[in-house]
């Protein structure tokens, strides 16, 4: 790590403390603006919604899944707050440090208890026998049912899944 990569952290964690800017900066004898600075690029990270810093929710099939910082409430707190836990505050300290201080302690983030029903493979390839690793992944060969959570799918797969919604919505309208 380089040495200002190490005074971000020390500023990060600074902030994590103080919960206060100016406080943060004050004692760590550096500018306001590189705290702020690194909190906006972490935001700007979660505004885009780019991997992993996505919303994922294991019940909206792969076309639905939202697209950049696309809460819906009816989603729940933990989907929707999700993209800020993963975001690292400038210099947090501990395992579960975020852009919120830390993680809620007992909070399953990975997967849930219980079983889905079948879903369909292009719709919910995640209850397809998941490795539990691969980003974009598209289905294996047998339905496990596992309530994964912590899955990430690219923007261009999530476009791409749309694209083939439209389509597929398209040609069973002009079927009629």
């Given at each position: 790590?380089?040495?200002?990569?190490?005074?971000?952290?020390?500023?990060?964690?600074?902030?994590?403390?103080?919960?206060?800017?100016?406080?943060?900066?004050?004692?760590?004898?550096?500018?306001?603006?590189?705290?702020?600075?690194?909190?906006?690029?972490?935001?700007?990270?979660?505004?885009?919604?780019?991997?992993?810093?996505?919303?994922?929710?294991?019940?909206?099939?792969?076309?639905?899944?939202?697209?950049?910082?696309?809460?819906?409430?009816?989603?729940?707190?933990?989907?929707?707050?999700?993209?800020?836990?993963?975001?690292?505050?400038?210099?947090?300290?501990?395992?579960?440090?975020?852009?919120?201080?830390?993680?809620?302690?007992?909070?399953?983030?990975?997967?849930?208890?219980?079983?889905?029903?079948?879903?369909?493979?292009?719709?919910?390839?995640?209850f397809w026998s998941w490795d539990g690793v691969t980003?974009?992944?598209?289905?294996?060969?047998?339905?496990?049912?596992?309530?994964?959570?912590?899955?990430?799918?690219?923007?261009?797969?999530?476009?791409?899944?749309?694209?083939?919604q439209s389509k597929t919505q398209s040609q069973k309208?002009?079927?009629?």
């Amino acid at each position: 790590m380089t040495l200002p990569e190490l005074r971000l952290l020390e500023a990060a964690i600074a902030v994590a403390q103080d919960l206060n800017f100016s406080r943060a900066a004050e004692r760590l004898h550096i500018d306001q603006s590189t705290v702020a600075v690194h909190l906006q690029s972490e935001l700007k990270k979660i505004i885009e919604g780019k991997p992993p810093y996505d919303i994922f929710v294991r019940w909206k099939p792969l076309h639905e899944q939202p697209i950049g910082w696309e809460p819906d409430i009816n989603d729940g707190v933990r989907l929707n707050v999700r993209p800020f836990m993963t975001a690292k505050a400038l210099n947090g300290r501990g395992k579960g440090a975020s852009i919120l201080r830390v993680l809620p302690k007992g909070v399953k983030w990975d997967k849930d208890r219980g079983k889905e029903p079948h879903r369909e493979k292009a719709d919910f390839p995640w209850f397809w026998s998941w490795d539990g690793v691969t980003q974009d992944f598209t289905g294996g060969r047998e339905f496990d049912c596992n309530r994964w959570n912590d899955l990430h799918y690219s923007i261009q797969a999530k476009k791409e899944a749309r694209e083939r919604q439209s389509k597929t919505q398209s040609q069973k309208g002009t079927k009629k």
